[in-house]
């Protein structure tokens, strides 16, 4: 059935395909690549803070595995970097279940606070390892040597190699969410203890939900490896990172399927716009934006866009019940 | 037996909340459990549903020793519960809550959700399946903790004052949903400190004071039991009924 959500929701991603080739301006075509880079790794946090529930502010850690990974096979191995997208998945589920099996046992702001000491580890281990390139970090191959380097001056590449990842996130993420796993996690968004009297294995259930935001986190990092061409700890290991990831769920509309690509469609030009217009020395303001989103959904609206699409969606309702009671 | 604790003892500090209490509960049937408050009764409850590890003791059920077993265990062996305090998935309609119940013996979704709507309609919460559980008032989240532990398919339903906090009306349509649930041949441990209710509903009953069983029997019986009036009313009453 076509409901207007549904609706809404198809006009969207048909003018995703088709922006790289509606507008010729590089600027633009790069702007629209980064969205849905970020759109990615956020729909992929998305998975454990949106639906389970479970704030982690330490997903840099993953994103930095995955970036890392993709240029370490290359300095490494000579290898293209994006052959370090299961190197990447292998370490970061590895270390999901090592930083998951402790952590999932504190609530709230204790979980949230050991995922950013997690990451924040990785950080400075990373910025004191030669094999990662220490605190100066990593390039990838300076000029393509074959395509499956997947190095092109053009944004318009990437732009649709990003959209088929996340359409396989979100394509899976709605499978999810109509399965037994989408109840399960929930219910344990909704509490823990009336979860598990219900039968819900909750810190298995938490675990797989790690397990894929993780996995897809890190692929988002090395897609960033490769697009970028380098990475650095405060650049794919810093706080700023995870941050980024929740505000762009949280300002869509957290544990929805599209709610993620709906706050990257609004934070990513407002970032790389201020960030063209001021330079380098504007690079503050992205965090006074950042800052400012927080405070508006936190007041205004937790739930996000999201939350004010459910509101028009209930407001139509009750306009069409008045108006076939009037008749 | 479908339900056996032995000599259970739960002891937080220096202070034991439950000292040395047993109960068995045969199947079929309502059992009430009353005392005064801070009597130990939900400390024991919850003993008993796996949310607190007894600190002495051992507890059996269905062929199971389900002392150290976690809570989900207990629900996969078919022991429900309910809340003092509702806990429901306040974010989800009243039929999504009742469908993490039903996934526990519905592997997918289709078979889950024929599940659910028969709880849904057993319970009377059918009409209000697609609003938000968080729009519900007292009664109707008690009810739909009793709808979400029903869609489990459990042997033995417990009730942790479930009826509190309700209405005399209220407790009428409350007391008519337990006696259908028992038709049903689930088993239910009912906690509750309103003695009138045990009274019309339990077929036996366990009178807890100060961490002790202190008397069982038939419920008319146990409330004449001088030593339940003696804890209910304290010694200076019965002193004065003398």
């Keep these: 059935m076509i409901t207007p959500g549904r609706a809404l929701a198809i006009v969207g991603l048909l003018a995703i395909a088709v922006w790289p080739l509606a507008v010729q301006d590089v600027f633009l075509q790069r702007v629209g690549a980064l969205v849905l880079l970020a759109a990615i790794s956020a729909s992929a946090?998305?998975?454990?803070?949106?639906?389970?529930?479970?704030?982690?502010?330490?997903?840099?850690?993953?994103?930095?595995?995955?970036?890392?990974?993709?240029?370490?096979?290359?300095?490494?191995?000579?290898?293209?970097?994006?052959?370090g997208a299961p190197l990447g998945v292998a370490v970061s589920a590895t270390l999901a279940i090592v930083v998951g099996l402790p952590t999932f046992r504190l609530r709230g702001h204790y979980f949230s606070m050991a995922t950013i000491a997690a990451a924040e580890l990785a950080?400075?281990?990373?910025?004191?390892?030669?094999?990662?390139?220490?605190?100066?970090g990593l390039m990838g191959p300076p000029r393509p040597r074959t395509i499956a380097d997947l190095s092109f001056t053009s944004p318009v590449p990437y732009h649709y190699l990003f959209l088929a990842v996340l359409l396989a996130l979100l394509g899976l993420t709605a499978l999810m969410q109509r399965s037994r796993m989408g109840y399960y996690l929930a219910a344990i968004r909704g509490g823990?203890?009336?979860?598990?009297?219900?039968?819900?294995?909750?810190?298995?259930?938490?675990?797989?939900?790690?397990?894929?935001?993780?996995?897809?986190?890190?692929?988002?990092?090395?897609?960033?490896?490769?697009?970028?061409?380098?990475?650095?700890?405060?650049s794919v290991l810093g706080i700023l990172v995870s941050v980024k990831m929740i505000i762009i769920a949280a300002l869509g509309g957290a544990g929805t399927l599209y709610g993620p690509l709906v706050g990257a469609t609004i934070l990513i030009p407002?970032?790389?716009?201020?960030?063209?217009l001021l330079g380098g020395g504007g690079?503050?303001?992205?965090?006074?934006?950042?800052?400012?989103?927080?405070?508006?959904?936190?007041?205004?609206?937790?739930?996000?866009?999201?939350?004010?699409?459910?509101?028009?969606?209930?407001?139509?309702?009750?306009?069409a019940a008045r108006g076939t009671h009037a008749a | 037996m479908l339900l056996d604790a032995d000599d259970i003892a739960m002891v937080f500090g220096g202070f034991r909340a439950v000292d040395g209490a047993s109960l068995s509960v045969e199947e079929g049937g309502i059992i009430g459990l009353i005392g005064p408050n801070g009597a130990g009764k939900s400390t024991f409850f919850n003993c008993l549903a796996g949310d607190l590890l007894p600190t002495e003791g051992r507890i059996r059920f269905a062929g199971?020793?389900?002392?150290?077993?976690?809570?989900?265990?207990?629900?996969?062996?078919?022991?429900?519960?309910?809340?003092?305090?509702?806990?429901?998935?306040?974010?989800?309609?009243?039929?999504d809550n009742v469908m993490v119940g039903a996934f526990l013996r519905?592997?997918?979704?289709?078979?889950?959700?024929?599940?659910?709507?028969?709880?849904?309609?057993?319970?009377?919460?059918?009409?209000?399946?697609?609003?938000?559980?968080?729009?519900?008032?007292?009664?109707?989240?008690?009810?739909?903790?009793i709808a979400r532990a029903l869609a489990t398919e459990p042997k033995l339903l417990l009730l942790d004052e479930?009826?509190?906090?309700?209405?005399?009306?209220?407790?009428?349509?409350?007391?008519?949903?337990?006696?259908?649930?028992?038709?049903?041949?689930?088993?239910?441990?009912?906690?509750?400190?309103?003695?009138?209710?045990?009274?019309?509903?339990?077929?036996?009953?366990?009178?807890?004071?100060?961490?002790?069983?202190?008397?069982?029997?038939?419920?008319?019986?146990?409330?004449?039991?001088?030593?339940?009036?003696?804890?209910?009313?304290?010694?200076?009453?019965?002193?004065?009924?003398q």
Excluded at chain 2, 73 to 95: C, I, K, N, W, Y
Excluded at chain 2, 189 to 217: P, W
């Design chain 1, 45 to 83: 946090w998305n998975l454990l803070g949106g639906y389970a529930g479970q704030v982690s502010v330490g997903h840099a850690l993953y994103f930095g595995i995955g970036a890392y990974a993709g240029l370490v096979v290359y300095t490494e191995w000579g290898w293209p970097p994006i052959a």
């Design chain 1, 123 to 136: 950080r400075i281990l990373a910025a004191n390892w030669p094999l990662l390139g220490a605190a100066v």
């Design chain 1, 192 to 234: 823990d203890r009336a979860a598990r009297s219900l039968g819900v294995p909750v810190l298995r259930y938490k675990l797989y939900a790690l397990l894929l935001s993780a996995s897809f986190t890190s692929i988002a990092g090395t897609l960033y490896a490769v697009m970028v061409g380098f990475v650095d700890p405060d």
């Design chain 1, 270 to 276: 407002l970032e790389e716009t201020t960030n063209a």
């Design chain 1, 283 to 319: 690079t503050g303001i992205t965090y006074i934006i950042y800052g400012a989103i927080i405070v508006f959904v936190a007041r205004f609206q937790p739930g996000g866009v999201a939350a004010l699409w459910r509101h028009a969606a209930a407001w139509r309702a009750r306009r």
């Design chain 2, 64 to 95: 199971s020793d389900v002392t150290r077993a976690t809570p989900e265990a207990h629900a996969r062996l078919g022991m429900a519960r309910t809340f003092q305090v509702p806990v429901t998935f306040e974010d989800m309609s009243v039929a």
């Design chain 2, 106 to 145: 519905h592997r997918h979704r289709a078979a889950a959700r024929r599940a659910a709507d028969e709880v849904l309609a057993f319970t009377g919460l059918d009409r209000l399946a697609d609003s938000r559980a968080g729009s519900l008032g007292t009664p109707g989240r008690k009810r739909l903790e």
């Design chain 2, 162 to 241: 479930a009826l509190a906090g309700l209405t005399p009306a209220e407790i009428r349509t409350a007391i008519e949903l337990v006696r259908r649930i028992k038709a049903r041949g689930i088993t239910i441990v009912i906690v509750e400190h309103i003695v009138e209710v045990i009274l019309t509903l339990a077929e036996r009953a366990v009178v807890f004071h100060q961490g002790k069983v202190i008397a069982h029997g038939a419920p008319r019986e146990v409330v004449e039991d001088p030593a339940v009036v003696a804890a209910y009313l304290g010694h200076h009453m019965k002193r004065m009924r």
